[in-house]
């Protein structure tokens, strides 16, 4: 089976960096993708490990360890837009199967 | 591309009815996902489909719980007899392997 673990909530204020840590229990693993969630809306993709190593996407990154279990998503510049829920989701080999973590709500002060 | 369109956005129905949520994914995807979300139990995947066949269906809770993708335009998601545990947002996403796009999810509220 698989499982994800991160923390329920972090707050930091406007302009500062912040990480999410995810770690993860999976068979079969194959990659790890990150998705903001605002409220009442939809998931969105943010970016996704498959190798070890920093994946940069604007004011976002994420890192992978394989060896370790673990990644995490940075967020940089923090605006006040960014307060939303952000999942950690892991995928299998041989057929992609997706599952999410609890997710982690941000709170984003001035 | 409008995105994933589901519908209906909400439905209110009461307990023991049939319920359809319905799904029209990105085109030229072929991963199609059934997740449902609650305050309790988060983001819950259903289902998935690879070319329109199921792959998985572990997640389905019930035998009240059943999915079809007749085609690569569309699937559907049905519960029947639903009752009032199934509340929830159901939301159905497309994709191409390591990325998903979800759809804006139908709003359940069972009676």
């Known amino acids: 089976g698989q499982s994800l673990e991160q923390p329920s909530e972090v707050t930091a204020v406007e302009g500062a960096i912040v990480q999410i840590n995810c770690t993860y229990q999976?068979?079969?693993?194959?990659?790890l993708s990150w998705y903001q969630q605002h409220d009442g809306g939809a998931p969105t993709f943010l970016s996704y490990?498959?190798?070890?190593g920093l994946e940069e996407t604007g004011r976002f990154s994420s890192f992978l360890s394989r060896s370790d279990s673990y990644g995490y998503l940075l967020l940089q510049e923090l605006q006040m837009k960014d307060s939303a829920s952000y999942f950690c989701?892991?995928?299998?080999?041989?057929?992609?199967?997706?599952?999410f973590g609890a997710g982690t709500r941000l709170f984003v002060k001035a | 591309d409008a995105g994933v369109i589901q519908s209906p956005r909400h439905e209110v129905t009461e307990m023991g009815q049939e319920v359809t949520l319905r799904c029209k994914p990105i085109?030229?995807?072929?991963?199609l996902f059934w997740y449902r979300q609650t305050m309790m139990r988060g983001l819950e995947l259903l289902i998935y489909?690879?070319?329109?066949?199921?792959?998985?269906d572990s997640g389905m809770p019930e035998d009240r719980f059943s999915a079809k993708m007749p085609n690569a335009s569309f699937s559907t998601l049905k519960i029947q007899p639903s009752e009032p545990r199934d509340s929830a947002v159901y939301f159905c996403?497309?994709?191409?392997?390591?990325?998903?796009?979800f759809g804006q999810g139908t709003r359940l509220t069972v009676v």
């Open positions: 996403a497309s994709g191409t392997g390591t990325e998903a796009f």
């Open positions: 999976t068979s079969g693993f194959y990659g």
């Open positions: 490990n498959a190798l070890d």
């Open positions: 489909f690879n070319n329109n066949v199921p792959i998985d």
């Open positions: 989701a892991g995928q299998n080999t041989g057929g992609f199967k997706t599952i």
């Open positions: 085109s030229g995807h072929d991963y």
